[in-house]
C-alpha cells in the first residue's frame, strides 16, 4: 500500500482535460467544506476515538467502468496524506458486481469524512465512464463526443470521466472553439455573414488557433458551407467542422459525400443507444451525445469498514 499523498502526485492513468481557470484541487475542497461545515464530521468525532485505526474497501455493486481513481486518492490526501491506499483496478478498467477494487487503511475518522465525497466523485464519474463506453464501442469508426450538458461546477470532471470511458471532448467551453449554432445564424442574418463576421473577430483578436464549427439543419443549409469553402473570395479556412444537426442517416450520407473530407462532420441530436451505430456507420467523423454527461446514472458502490 501506498501513502495516498503519494499517489495523488503522480501522473493521472487518464489526465484531465486541461482548462486556463478550472481548479480540481479547488472543487475538492469546497466538496470536502460543504460536508464539514463549519463543525466537522460530528458523528465520527463523538463516536469514533482519534486513536482508532482502520481498513475500508471499495465494493463495485454493479458492473461498469471505472473512473475516479486518481481524484480519489487527491481526496483522500486532502482529508488526511497518511492514509495508504491499495488499488486492485484503475481509471478505465471493466469492474464486475461484487469485485473489491480498492482498499485504504489509516484514521477511521479520516476515513468517513473522506467516504462520502469520495463516492459521490466516483459514483458519478463512473456512470459517465460506463455510458461513454458502451456508446463509443458502438459508434466506432466514429469518435463519441460528449457536449457542455454538465453540472454546473463539475464541467472538468465530467468531461475527464468522459476520456476515461473512452471517448473523446467536445470543447471545454465558450473559449475554445467556435460553434455557429441556429441563434448565431439567426442574429447575424445567415451562415455567410456569421462566418465572415467570425473570421474577422478572430482575425483582429489574434485567435487565430480556435477553430469554427458551422451547424446545419438542412441540405441546404450544408450546401452552403461547402460553397463558402468552394468561394475563392474566402481568405481564411478557419471553418474545420460541419455539425449534421438532427438528420436523417440518409441526408447524413449524403452530407459526408458532398463535404468530401474537406472538413469533420459532426453527426448531432437523437443520439442513443439503440441509433448510435448506425449513425457512426453514415462516415461522419464525430458523433456528439448530451447524455453522456446529463442523463447519467450512477455507478452503485459503497465503501465498507471492516471489523
Given at each position: 500500500?501506498?501513502?495516498?499523498?503519494?499517489?495523488?502526485?503522480?501522473?493521472?492513468?487518464?489526465?484531465?482535460?486541461?482548462?486556463?481557470?478550472?481548479?480540481?484541487?479547488?472543487?475538492i475542497?469546497?466538496?470536502?467544506?460543504?460536508?464539514?461545515?463549519?463543525?466537522?464530521?460530528?458523528?465520527?468525532?463523538?463516536?469514533?476515538?482519534?486513536?482508532?485505526?482502520?481498513?475500508?474497501?471499495?465494493?463495485?455493486?454493479?458492473?461498469?467502468?471505472?473512473?475516479?481513481?486518481?481524484?480519489?486518492?487527491?481526496?483522500?490526501?486532502?482529508?488526511?496524506?497518511?492514509?495508504?491506499?491499495?488499488?486492485?483496478?484503475?481509471?478505465?478498467?471493466?469492474i464486475?458486481?461484487?469485485?473489491?477494487?480498492?482498499?485504504?487503511?489509516?484514521?477511521?475518522?479520516s476515513?468517513?469524512?473522506?467516504?462520502?465525497?469520495?463516492?459521490?466523485?466516483?459514483?458519478?464519474?463512473?456512470?459517465?465512464?460506463?455510458?461513454?463506453?458502451?456508446?463509443?464501442?458502438?459508434?466506432?469508426?466514429?469518435?463519441?463526443?460528449?457536449?457542455?450538458k454538465?453540472?454546473?461546477?463539475?464541467?472538468?470532471?465530467?468531461?475527464?470521466?468522459?476520456?476515461?470511458?473512452?471517448?473523446?471532448?467536445?470543447?471545454?467551453?465558450l473559449?475554445?472553439?467556435?460553434?455557429?449554432?441556429?441563434?448565431?445564424?439567426?442574429?447575424?442574418?445567415?451562415?455567410?455573414?456569421?462566418?465572415?463576421?467570425?473570421?474577422?473577430?478572430?482575425?483582429?483578436?489574434?485567435?487565430?488557433?480556435?477553430?469554427?464549427?458551422?451547424?446545419?439543419?438542412?441540405?441546404?443549409?450544408?450546401?452552403?458551407?461547402?460553397?463558402?469553402?468552394?468561394?475563392?473570395?474566402?481568405?481564411?479556412?478557419?471553418?474545420?467542422?460541419?455539425?449534421?444537426?438532427?438528420?436523417?442517416?440518409?441526408?447524413?450520407?449524403?452530407?459526408?459525400?458532398l463535404?468530401?473530407?474537406?472538413?469533420?462532420?459532426?453527426?448531432?441530436?437523437?443520439?442513443?443507444?439503440d441509433?448510435?451505430?448506425?449513425?457512426?456507420?453514415?462516415?461522419?467523423?464525430?458523433?456528439?451525445?448530451?447524455?453522456?454527461?446529463?442523463?447519467?446514472?450512477?455507478?452503485?458502490?459503497?465503501?465498507?469498514?471492516?471489523?
Amino acid at each position: 500500500m501506498e501513502r495516498c499523498a503519494d499517489l495523488a502526485s503522480k501522473p493521472a492513468r487518464v489526465a484531465p482535460p486541461p482548462h486556463p481557470t478550472y481548479s480540481i484541487p479547488a472543487v475538492i475542497r469546497a466538496a470536502l467544506e460543504e460536508d464539514v461545515g463549519d463543525v466537522g464530521d460530528v458523528s465520527s468525532l463523538s463516536t469514533i476515538p482519534a486513536t482508532t485505526r482502520s481498513t475500508a474497501t471499495l465494493l463495485a455493486k454493479a458492473s461498469g467502468i471505472l473512473a475516479g481513481e486518481h481524484l480519489s486518492n487527491a481526496v483522500l490526501a486532502e482529508v488526511d496524506p497518511e492514509l495508504r491506499v491499495e488499488w486492485m483496478k484503475r481509471d478505465g478498467d471493466a469492474i464486475e458486481r461484487g469485485d473489491v477494487f480498492m482498499r485504504v487503511e489509516g484514521s477511521a475518522r479520516s476515513i468517513l469524512r473522506a467516504e462520502r465525497v469520495v463516492l459521490n466523485f466516483m459514483q458519478r464519474m463512473s456512470g459517465i465512464a460506463t455510458m461513454t463506453r458502451a456508446y463509443a464501442e458502438k459508434a466506432a469508426p466514429a469518435t463519441m463526443l460528449e457536449t457542455r450538458k454538465t453540472v454546473p461546477g463539475l464541467r472538468v470532471i465530467d468531461k475527464w470521466a468522459v476520456l476515461i470511458g473512452g471517448g473523446k471532448n467536445h470543447r471545454i467551453g465558450l473559449f475554445d472553439m467556435v460553434m455557429i449554432k441556429d441563434n448565431h445564424i439567426a442574429a447575424a442574418g445567415g451562415i455567410a455573414a456569421a462566418v465572415s463576421a467570425c473570421e474577422a473577430y478572430l482575425a483582429e483578436n489574434g485567435l487565430d488557433n480556435v477553430k469554427i464549427e458551422v451547424e446545419a439543419r438542412t441540405m441546404d443549409e450544408v450546401k452552403t458551407v461547402i460553397a463558402l469553402l468552394d468561394d475563392p473570395n474566402v481568405v481564411t479556412k478557419s471553418v474545420t467542422r460541419l455539425m449534421l444537426d438532427n438528420m436523417s442517416i440518409a441526408d447524413m450520407k449524403t452530407a459526408v459525400g458532398l463535404v468530401d473530407g474537406r472538413l469533420d462532420t459532426e453527426a448531432s441530436g437523437n443520439v442513443t443507444l439503440d441509433t448510435v451505430g448506425e449513425i457512426g456507420q453514415t462516415g461522419v467523423t464525430f458523433i456528439s451525445s448530451g447524455a453522456l454527461t446529463h442523463s447519467v446514472t450512477a455507478l452503485d458502490i459503497s465503501l465498507n469498514i471492516d471489523v
